[in-house]
């Protein structure tokens, strides 16, 4: 389908718009599929070099967690997600020293990659023996975990949270923005902390308590957005026609406010994996959430907070967990770096 | 202005009740015999002790009456006067710290307030320094250059940065060491001789006229700085940025360059003041966050702020403290807030005209 300027109308005299100059330009599928705005959304996310190294990123730690049982295979005895200790001893064992207790299997890569017939530890060990190369590895997997849920929960609490009040407006609107107001007092570390040390005794130590709280005190920035966005739709001609026509609050709410309000806000949402991720690596730093040896970086990095003054021996326990959460965060903020060149108002409408 | 600060007052009232309501509703999330436990300093001697202080503390109550209970103390069977309660300043006992919040709080703050103090300077001034060269160099390599600073910089989290400045500059190089102070230094400060004036030590230690102290203190909170600088930088640099940008392009700054300023007088004489109006509000909420208790910075330095303590109250599960603390933060943000908004519209006209 081709879309041209129009050309009747034009006054007679005036020909700019006529004959060769009239310019023709293809509407993709998806472009007819997202709309005009939708689309030009989209273009600009993998249009700079910066967004692209953004997405590589982030594909290529998608393609480690999903394949993390190839890079290094579970321990039988123990779940997956929990890291394979070599023995009790207390200090860091550095990069490359033999791995005598809980071995892996041997994987296909290992050997040619390595040119070693045994496993060793690749990255060191942490406190306690656990592995950090296995820890990296399947970190991965709690982070896109605890990243989609938490922010999947969020965005779907915001924005009907958002879209009710924007819908109803006046003095429901005024009420719910309060109790908004009253949620974003506290800092979001601080309160997700208080509530997650709340829910500990509750539901016990592993990754709930930590989500939950992430979830209670993350979805009111999105709340915010979308209402924005809703509160211009909202007098669109379309709508005033449906509200005419008679269709109830629900299904105009629903059918056709959310549905065109909702593009920003979703991709802001898919842009906050890394955000969250970084929150839940900050409390399980702190100590709260994960049990102790669970595959998760924030809590490989606080084995190192034991270690402080003998950090010069022990690298190893800061950097490559470090790095690695850092190369994670960094790929969605990449993205989201684009993202906001794209979205903010006062480029729209310009190339 | 009158009725904007009015109106902005009205709000404060609502805030704070919303958020004892906040806090109160997380404490509903244990049973009054765990909540119970929480006012003890002691183990109960047995089953019957627990049921009276349930009794006692009024736990069995409505909501309504155990909400009015907490904030304004419970009545004292003996003399039928109220005792405790948050609004006489009685957060509970700390089990974390041995004693109770109110001192812990007395006691941190002002650790948390000389960090936030020194931390302010490099965060904000740099920030908006190089803010202001970015923008002034659009698009050049300097532009580039600090687009990949300010992603790297929100890329780290605090702890990382932190933990890798101490490996560096503590582990490494044994210049900059966390705490608070050294040994030596915290045995004058313990001793009778000192005088403490306003608790803060970089000011008190100056005001006793121990330069020793002043340095050593300062030593022990340059790496914290650094970490809430670097962190913090990013922000300030793309919202300065931004702004400048956007006045750049304004008709003023035209005519000002077109009756033949020196570029150096249209940036710095015309464009930066009006370009930092969004760049203050977010300092002041900086600041307020600075004086909140940086939590995680603090624990990586483990330095004895509020933010700390926190941590620690958390980790042991020490919900009292913790809630006194969310109480105690609620407020300094409130009130902060409200100061930076008010300071916001006597500069920009027109927040209070909308």
Do not use: C
């Not at chain 1, 005794?201 to 709340?223: D, R």
């Not at chain 2, 307030?113 to 920030?127: N, T």
């Amino acid at each position: 389908m081709t879309i041209a300027e129009p050309t009747e109308n034009i006054p007679s005299g005036d020909n700019r718009l006529l004959g060769d100059d009239v310019k023709m330009r293809e509407i993709g599928r998806l472009e007819r599929f997202l709309g005009p705005d939708n689309y030009r959304i989209l273009k600009g996310l993998v249009k700079t070099p910066a967004s692209r190294v953004g997405f590589l990123l982030v594909f290529i730690f998608a393609m480690v967690a999903i394949f993390a049982p190839l890079i290094i295979p579970p321990v039988p005895p123990n779940s997956p997600s929990k890291i394979p200790r070599d023995g009790y001893k207390n200090d860091p064992q550095p990069p490359g020293s033999p791995w005598k207790r809980q071995v892996p299997e041997i994987p296909f890569w290992y050997k040619t990659l390595t040119g070693k017939e045994e496993w060793v530890h690749l990255m060191g060990t942490s406190e306690g023996s656990y592995d950090i190369f296995y820890g990296v590895i399947w970190g991965t997997r709690t982070a896109f975990t605890t990243g989609l849920v938490v922010t999947i929960a969020t965005f779907i609490i915001g924005v009907i949270y958002g879209s009710v009040s924007a819908y109803y407006g006046g003095i429901v609107d005024n009420i719910m923005m309060r109790i908004l107001d009253v949620l974003m007092i506290l800092p979001s570390t601080l309160a997700a902390l208080i509530f997650a040390a709340v829910l500990t005794p509750k539901i016990g130590k592993s990754v709930m308590p930590v989500m939950l709280a992430l979830i209670a005190f993350g979805w009111m920035g999105y709340a915010r957005i979308i209402r924005g966005d809703i509160l211009s739709i909202k007098e669109r001609d379309y709508i005033m026609a449906a509200k005419v026509s008679g269709v109830k609050n629900s299904r105009i709410l629903f059918k056709h406010i959310i549905p065109n309000a909702i593009f920003p806000t979703l991709v802001l949402a898919s842009l906050g994996i890394g955000d969250v991720v970084l929150s839940f690596a900050a409390l399980s730093f702190l100590g709260i959430g994960t049990e102790t040896g669970y595959a998760d970086w924030g809590q490989l990095l606080s084995f190192a907070r034991n270690w402080i003054s003998s950090l010069g021996t022990y690298w190893y326990i800061v950097v490559y967990p470090g790095m690695t959460l850092v190369l994670y965060v960094m790929g969605w903020n990449l993205i989201g770096d684009a993202m906001r060149d794209v979205l903010d108002p006062r480029m729209r409408g310009k190339s | 202005m009158t009725t904007y600060i009015i109106r902005r007052l009205l709000l404060v009232p609502i805030l704070l009740l919303g958020v004892t309501f906040l806090i109160f509703g997380m404490m509903q999330l244990l049973s009054p015999v765990e909540r119970t436990a929480l006012y003890l300093k002691d183990f109960p001697k047995n089953d019957k002790a627990i049921e009276g202080l349930i009794k006692r503390y009024g736990f069995d109550q409505p909501v309504y009456v155990q909400y009015w209970n907490w904030l304004m103390g419970v009545k004292n069977p003996n003399t039928g006067e109220r005792e405790g309660g948050i609004l006489h300043g009685d957060f509970g006992y700390s089990r974390s710290s041995s004693m109770p919040v109110g001192d812990l709080i007395k006691r941190r703050f002002p650790n948390t307030v000389d960090l936030a103090l020194w931390a302010m300077l490099p965060m904000i001034s740099i920030g908006i320094w190089l803010g202001v060269q970015a923008a002034v160099h659009q698009n050049s390599w300097i532009d580039q250059g600090l687009r990949i600073f300010s992603i790297v910089g929100t890329s780290f989290p605090t702890f990382v940065f932190g933990l890798l400045v101490l490996m560096v500059f503590y582990a490494k190089l044994q210049w900059l060491p966390p705490g608070r102070l050294s040994g030596w230094a915290s045995a004058v400060v313990d001793s009778p001789q000192w005088r403490t004036y306003i608790n803060i030590l970089t000011i008190d230690s100056l005001l006793n006229g121990r330069f020793d102290i002043f340095w050593d203190a300062l030593r022990h909170m340059l790496l914290p700085v650094l970490t809430l600088s670097y962190i913090n930088w990013a922000g300030f640099l793309r919202v300065t940025r931004s702004s400048m940008l956007e006045t750049l392009r304004q008709d003023y700054v035209v005519t000002a360059r077109a009756k033949g300023l020196a570029e150096r007088d249209v940036v710095f004489g015309h464009a930066r003041p009006n370009a930092l109006l969004p760049v203050i509000t977010m300092a002041g909420f900086s600041i307020v966050g600075l004086l909140g208790g940086v939590v995680i910075t603090e624990s990586v330095f483990s330095y004895p702020g509020i933010g700390s303590a926190a941590a620690r109250a958390a980790v042991s599960l020490d919900i009292v403290t913790m809630l006194g603390f969310a109480i105690f933060n609620g407020l300094i943000l409130i009130v902060a807030n409200l100061i930076v908004d008010i300071v916001y519209a006597f500069i920009d006209p027109r927040v209070r005209l909308s």
